[in-house]
């Protein structure tokens, strides 16, 4: 992903990519020549390079370290979902953001896909009708970069802010279903939310399935609607027509580091916030202590 980042900055108008770090010297230093920029090996000897604004893109375990050393650096930070490993990392770097005053964004990307963006104007809109259901199919074969974390952190958690930024609502109860087969951590898992007492989510998630699928169906009183996350398509039916609704396709990544440089150049709050991010997380792990103790969890509590 951090490549990813790197190749979106150095094309961005207004923006220099002043430099890029990882611990695999080697491929920093071939990134570097890449993109005309330079290298270390050392983050902390980046920042201290006179930067504005850091994208953090490293494992999920080394979020809290890094993001509260950039902010210390003075540097408005983004960082990669989800925003900390446990929820006390969380209260720390956003306490720490907070203090500095420098933005803190959560790289929650398909708040930024544009099919996403069309179904939240189409179900504010009203044209749906009430809102009662809300379902996720994440799946996908297993990228075995992925070591210090399970598929409810690593990719589930998309949907669960999803589906708590649609509603307009945070989580109030989860119930989940998972288990580890190919994995020291959860491979696959059954996600249940509730909202208000009224409104329901259900994300299913895995990395058994051998082909990727990513998408989402909104169900209303006056209407369903269908999404599909890769295809940036959104399909409305209901009792008369089936409608395929228009939506401008761009790549969400690049949408998502245009907004946080506005934010950093604006100095306007960012959305997804720090506190976006610690719900989604916090939704997370109460998932996965819900598998774990069988039983149904009160977010909070």
Same mark, same amino acid.
């Given at each position: 992903?951090?490549?990813?980042?790197?190749?979106?900055?150095?094309?961005?108008?207004?923006?220099?990519?002043?430099?890029?770090?990882?611990?695999?010297?080697?491929?920093?230093?071939?990134?570097?020549?890449?993109?005309?920029?330079?290298?270390?090996?050392?983050?902390?000897?980046?920042?201290?390079?006179?930067?504005?604004?850091?994208?953090?893109?490293?494992?999920?375990?080394?979020?809290?370290?890094?993001?509260?050393?950039?902010?210390?650096?003075?540097?408005? *930070?983004?960082?990669?979902?989800? !925003?900390?490993? &446990?929820? /006390?990392?969380? %209260?720390?770097?956003?306490?720490?953001?907070? @203090?500095?005053?420098?933005?803190?964004?959560?790289?929650?990307?398909?708040?930024?896909?544009?099919?996403?963006?069309?179904?939240?104007?189409?179900?504010?809109?009203?044209?749906?009708?009430?809102?009662?259901?809300?379902?996720?199919?994440?799946?996908?074969?297993?990228?075995?970069?992925?070591?210090?974390?399970?598929?409810?952190?690593?990719?589930?958690?998309?949907?669960?802010?999803?589906?708590?930024?649609?509603?307009?609502?945070?989580?109030?109860?989860?119930?989940?279903?998972?288990?580890?087969?190919?994995?020291?951590?959860?491979?696959?898992?059954?996600?249940?939310?509730?909202?208000?007492?009224?409104?329901?989510?259900?994300?299913?998630?895995?990395?058994?399935?051998?082909?990727?699928?990513?998408?989402?169906?909104?169900?209303?009183?006056?209407? *369903?609607?269908?999404?599909?996350? !890769?295809?940036? &398509?959104? /399909?409305?039916? %209901?009792?008369?027509?089936?409608?395929?609704? @228009?939506?401008?396709?761009?790549?969400?990544?690049?949408?998502?580091?245009?907004?946080?440089?506005?934010?950093?150049?604006?100095?306007?709050?960012?959305?997804?916030?720090?506190?976006?991010?610690?719900?989604?997380?916090?939704?997370?792990?109460?998932?996965?202590?819900?598998?774990?103790?069988?039983?149904?969890?009160?977010?909070?509590?």
């Amino acid at each position: 992903m951090g490549q990813n980042h790197v190749r979106i900055y150095s094309e961005m108008e207004g923006v220099e990519l002043a430099g890029i770090s990882d611990v695999d010297r080697q491929r920093v230093e071939a990134m570097a020549v890449q993109f005309n920029t330079k290298g270390f090996t050392d983050y902390k000897e980046m920042f201290a390079e006179g930067l504005d604004a850091v994208s953090v893109v490293v494992p999920t375990k080394l979020h809290k370290q890094v993001v509260l050393d950039a902010l210390e650096a003075g540097l408005h *930070v983004l960082v990669e979902k989800p !925003i900390a490993d &446990t929820i /006390e990392n969380a %209260d720390l770097v956003i306490g720490a953001a907070k @203090k500095s005053g420098k933005v803190l964004m959560v790289g929650h990307i398909e708040r930024f896909n544009p099919a996403v963006i069309k179904l939240k104007d189409i179900m504010d809109s009203g044209i749906l009708g009430k809102i009662v259901s809300i379902s996720t199919r994440r799946v996908g074969p297993y990228n075995p970069r992925i070591r210090d974390v399970g598929v409810i952190l690593d990719i589930g958690v998309h949907d669960i802010d999803i589906i708590s930024y649609l509603y307009g609502e945070k989580i109030n109860h989860v119930y989940a279903i998972a288990g580890a087969d190919i994995h020291p951590f959860e491979d696959h898992a059954s996600i249940i939310l509730r909202m208000n007492h009224e409104f329901a989510g259900v994300v299913e998630t895995n990395w058994l399935t051998p082909h990727k699928v990513r998408k989402l169906t909104a169900i209303g009183l006056n209407g *369903v609607a269908y999404l599909d996350y !890769i295809d940036q &398509t959104v /399909e409305i039916h %209901d009792n008369g027509w089936i409608r395929k609704a @228009k939506v401008e396709q761009s790549e969400p990544l690049k949408n998502e580091l245009k907004y946080f440089i506005d934010c950093v150049s604006t100095g306007k709050d960012p959305n997804p916030s720090g506190e976006d991010g610690k719900h989604a997380l916090e939704v997370a792990m109460a998932a996965i202590r819900s598998y774990r103790e069988e039983k149904m969890i009160e977010i909070g509590k």
